[in-house]
């Protein structure tokens, strides 16, 4: 049954050809939710019938979803003209509705470039140049891309589980200009969209993915970040041995009393590679993604890090992982362009349309998807060339602390 209003949710819109990529948008699960819009159209597994504008309360029935008191069955989609409001916040789109387990999965089905309007704006700063909107709109792109998921019932979610996504009252005109700019672009490596992790500030150095996650990506390297300094870059915070051993019970280490904590091995980023805790009873030594996971969850803004005691001070926000938007604001000031910043965070990868992703179109069709065509742009059925073409981003020389670096 799943599967068939999958398939169901997926063909629904197929009619309505528009110059873009479908994406399902996960915004909340709530037993219930009010949503404000004006006149739409109603679509259920029973047909579909004309409304006029209203506030709707939307609740989970026992097995089926509930519109103003009334069983609509196991979904319901509501299509406006202009969007809707759901907690307060207004969305471009249409929302789906869908009944799971005693809830209501509330979901945005909006298209892509309209997702990213909501999306930039809540992960940089309209103040920051506009390389940077411009590199953040393309990773945001091909995140939102990587994570399509057509066998599910969304491809996203509108937190930074996935990445925030806060709907058109965060729009801003240079926001806009941004997406618009670099519309249909996308980082790829190997014909895919790459995993296209970025964070707030490296703290000078950018982390490898292996020493964060413990899985080597060729792309997600340690790179020197000399431009990295957001407001709050360096920081301290004092640990207690108890929030410690907490942690440490978290992955299943007892220990006793904790009565010490010290790295053992520091990677090239300045990050814990082996970290051992003394304990009353025992002592551990945990690798790098333990030690992420024990730093982070001990409410550390970020793993660069140096130890006095149970003093720690540190550098940087956020895993450290891919782009950091405070070295890319750094390095736009500098006269980077978005090409050259995607390059240096990301080396060896390629900057193309969406298009090259290998396998793309099977996947969406083996899932239901009428025709690609009705999710391509324009611009690329227009295209002289079979093949979109693809650019090598590539880096300048640039000095760091008096030493040249150079770009793979």
């Not at 014909?191 to 490296?202: E, F, G, L, R």
Request: with cysteine.
């Amino acid at each position: 049954m799943l599967r068939v209003w999958v398939t169901f949710f997926l063909l629904l819109g197929s009619a309505f050809a528009q110059q873009d990529l479908l994406l399902r948008v996960l915004l909340t699960e709530a037993p219930a939710a009010s949503v404000q819009l004006g006149a739409h159209q109603r679509n259920t597994a029973y047909g579909s019938q004309d409304f006029g504008a209203g506030t709707l309360r939307i609740a989970a029935g026992p097995s089926e979803v509930l519109v103003a008191g009334q069983s609509v069955g196991p979904w319901v989609e509501l299509a406006p003209a202009d969007g809707f409001t759901l907690g307060g916040r207004p969305y471009r789109g249409n929302l789906l509705a869908v009944w799971q387990a005693g809830r209501v999965l509330f979901i945005n089905r909006v298209w892509l470039e309209d997702y990213l309007l909501g999306v930039v704006p809540s992960e940089v700063p309209a103040s920051f140049p506009d390389a940077v909107l411009q590199a953040q709109a393309i990773l945001a792109r091909t995140f939102a891309l990587y994570r399509l998921n057509p066998q599910g019932l969304y491809d996203l979610c509108a937190t930074e589980r996935c990445q925030v996504y806060l709907g058109r009252s965060v729009e801003t005109a240079r926001h806009t200009s941004a997406v618009y700019a670099t519309r249909s672009l996308i980082v790829s490596y190997n014909q895919k969209p790459i995993t296209a992790v970025y964070h707030s500030d490296s703290g000078g150095y950018t982390a490898a993915s292996a020493e964060v996650w413990g899985s080597s990506v060729p792309y997600l390297v340690s790179r020197p970040d000399p431009f990295a300094q957001s407001p709050g870059s360096s920081w301290s915070r004092t640990l207690s041995p108890a929030a410690v051993a907490q942690g440490l019970a978290s992955q299943g280490f007892q220990v006793g009393t904790v009565q010490s904590i010290a790295p053992l091995f520091i990677s090239e980023s300045g990050r814990p590679l082996r970290l051992r805790i003394v304990g009353s009873s025992r002592s551990v030594e945990l690798d790098g993604p333990q030690s992420t996971r024990l730093l982070r969850g001990l409410g550390l803004p970020s793993t660069r890090v140096r130890f006095d005691g149970w003093q720690v001070f540190g550098q940087g926000s956020g895993h450290g992982v891919g782009m950091s938007q405070w070295g890319a604001r750094g390095l736009a000031l500098q006269g980077w362009d978005f090409r050259q910043i995607l390059g240096y965070y990301y080396p060896g990868t390629f900057l193309s349309s969406f298009e090259v992703v290998a396998g793309l179109q099977d996947k969406l069709y083996r899932a239901g998807y009428p025709s690609l065509t009705t999710y391509w742009l324009h611009t690329f059925s227009s295209s002289p060339t079979q093949t979109p073409a693809a650019w090598l981003v590539k880096e300048p020389q640039y000095t760091v602390r008096g030493r040249k670096s150079v770009g793979d």
